[in-house]
């Protein structure tokens, strides 16, 4: 690193202090990081928590598959990393089961209740709303981006679920059993958990449990050494302990289910007991499309994975090393996309290939491949942790544009359209490698570029994590990684304007991707480098 500070000689010849100029950006960390892939003999497991891969880990060691392991990890990152993801979120998993040798899509995601009212988000102006991730319009009071209104109907209980009795070999009260331990213990405090609780302090004092469980003594919770000290996290311990001995249908029709509308009614919400008994996970066939003799499986619907296949039918054939042009073309190629993406897709419009959340992947050692992306969908998401159950509660409405007559426009009973993209890649009828990743509207170039590194470029795991990315969620600007050359942001300023930044753990300017690869030595994963808390473990 160099010193960016100038000395002023006229001012220096006067006799007196040097006059020095300071730089008017410094950088946001400095120091160097490393995290190598990992390769275990019964697999691996890749996860934004230590904790959570480790019980995934624990669970391929004990004779579990990737199943198995997956639903274990997810159920674990509700407590680990609970402002990401957990049972009051959704989501989709890509899964490969090695004895079929088919590849299945399971959509979890949130939905609209029945009985949602777009009358009940009248449009303000700016100035009296809260700066919205999406772009779109404030709403009165940010009913959309918090509080009991802004919640979607959950769908994690039923998707962990259904992959499980698909294609586990697990029973749910096992694959539960090391997360229900880790709540009784509490979530783990780090620097992290008070980075994050911090962020969000203004409106998690706005709920009476949310407060009492994140803010115990009104204020972010601090831990000043090594201990392992557990934050009691409310009833959501009893909640867990009822549905390894009651059944995750317990979550939907049984005691937890009254309790849940019990308390979201309380709150303001019109989710009724008929919409939380009418949930179900769908297992689907996944969008199909092969480049290189490697086939990609995303995920169909109101996601990102019909844009990764429009970006990928745009995008040239490569050859060599990569170089200037292909960061050009990855960006051409991702921008149009986008574009067709925004203006088109939503249940109102066609989901068709015209076109702050979590993210694990799980490979065992008979080639089981599991890539499952799960979310709150905003931190913390609606800041409502519901006080009879412990649940921490989605804010899924933000998903909606507020704005009527639009392809993505709230409507009761629907789909809202979501940023995730979980990819598995397979090759010759097996798989091969897959990816996803946390990041909003960040997850889906970021996981079409690591995807074009490897298949394209040869890259493994390790090389193609380390190299610098692109995002074109803005479209008309590209943030590109402050380590490309010159001759590549020169290409890119051909495109759009170009704004370089740095990789960080907080704030990031990139999505959060982890992977898992078949390589001759054996299963191979991989964590997002600059995350503090993300790890690949073998088993």
Not at 436 to 449: D, E, H, L, T, V
Request: hydrophobic letters at 40%; aromatic letters at 8%; charged letters at 15%.
């Amino acid at each position: 690193m160099t010193a960016d500070a100038t000395v002023d000689p006229a001012h220096n010849q006067e006799g007196g202090m040097p006059a020095i100029s300071l730089p008017e950006t410094s950088p946001i960390e400095t120091w160097t990081q490393s995290k190598p892939p990992v390769r275990g003999t019964k697999g691996v497991v890749a996860s934004q928590n230590v904790q959570a891969s480790e019980v995934g880990a624990a669970v391929l060691a004990a004779g579990g598959n990737a199943a198995d392991a997956a639903v274990a990890t997810a159920l674990a990152l509700t407590v680990a990393e609970p402002w990401m993801s957990g049972l009051g979120g959704g989501g989709y998993a890509i899964v490969y089961d090695a004895k079929s040798g088919t590849t299945r899509c399971i959509d979890f995601g949130m939905q609209a209740g029945g009985k949602l009212d777009p009358a009940d988000y009248p449009l303000v102006s700016d100035a009296e709303g809260t700066p919205d991730m999406f772009g779109w319009p404030a709403v009165l009071e940010d009913r959309n981006l918090q509080g009991y209104h802004s919640i979607a109907l959950p769908g994690s209980c039923a998707g962990y679920a259904t992959l499980l009795s698909e294609f586990g070999s697990w029973s749910w009260a096992d694959a539960i059993s090391p997360a229900v331990t880790m709540a009784e213990r509490g979530h783990r405090l780090t620097w992290w958990t008070t980075l994050n609780v911090a962020s969000e302090i203004a409106w998690l004092r706005q709920y009476e449990t949310s407060a009492s469980v994140w803010l115990p003594d009104g204020e972010a919770p601090v831990i000043s050494d090594h201990t392992n000290r557990g934050m009691p996290m409310g009833n959501f311990a009893d909640t867990l302990k009822r549905l390894r001995d009651a059944g995750p249908q317990d979550f939907y029709t049984g005691e937890i289910a009254k309790a849940l509308v019990a308390d979201l009614q309380a709150g303001g919400s019109r989710i009724t007991a008929e919409d939380l008994a009418g949930y179900e996970a769908k297992v689907l066939e996944p969008i199909k499309r092969t480049r290189g003799g490697t086939e990609y499986n995303l995920a169909p619907g109101y996601t990102a994975g019909p844009t990764f296949a429009g970006a990928l039918s745009r995008l040239p054939e490569f050859s060599g090393p990569i170089d200037a042009a292909a960061y050009k073309a990855h960006a051409e190629a991702l921008i149009e996309s986008y574009k067709v993406r925004l203006s088109t897709m939503g249940h109102a419009g066609d989901v068709g290939d015209r076109s702050c959340t979590t993210h694990l992947s799980v490979l065992d050692a008979e080639g089981n491949m599991v890539v499952m992306t799960t979310t709150l969908l905003s931190r913390f998401g609606s800041r409502v942790v519901l006080p009879k159950t412990g649940v921490l509660m989605n804010n899924g409405i933000n998903w909606f544009d507020p704005r009527p007559d639009r392809a993505n426009s709230l409507a009761p009973g629907q789909k809202a359209l979501s940023n995730m993209c979980p990819m598995l890649a397979t090759r010759d009828g097996k798989a091969a490698f897959g990816l996803g990743a946390s990041g909003g509207r960040k997850i889906m170039p970021a996981i079409f570029q690591l995807t074009s590194f490897i298949n394209d470029f040869g890259m493994d795991l390790e090389a193609a994590f380390l190299q610098p990315r692109i995002d074109i969620s803005l479209m008309e600007k590209i943030i590109a990684d402050d380590r490309l050359a010159a001759d590549v942001i020169a290409a890119l300023e051909g495109v759009v304007p170009v704004e370089q930044a740095s990789t960080s753990a907080f704030p990031g300017s990139w999505a959060i991707p982890c992977g898992v690869m078949v390589t001759p030595q054996g299963p191979m994963a991989a964590a997002h480098v600059f995350g503090p808390l993300n790890a690949a473990v073998p088993a």
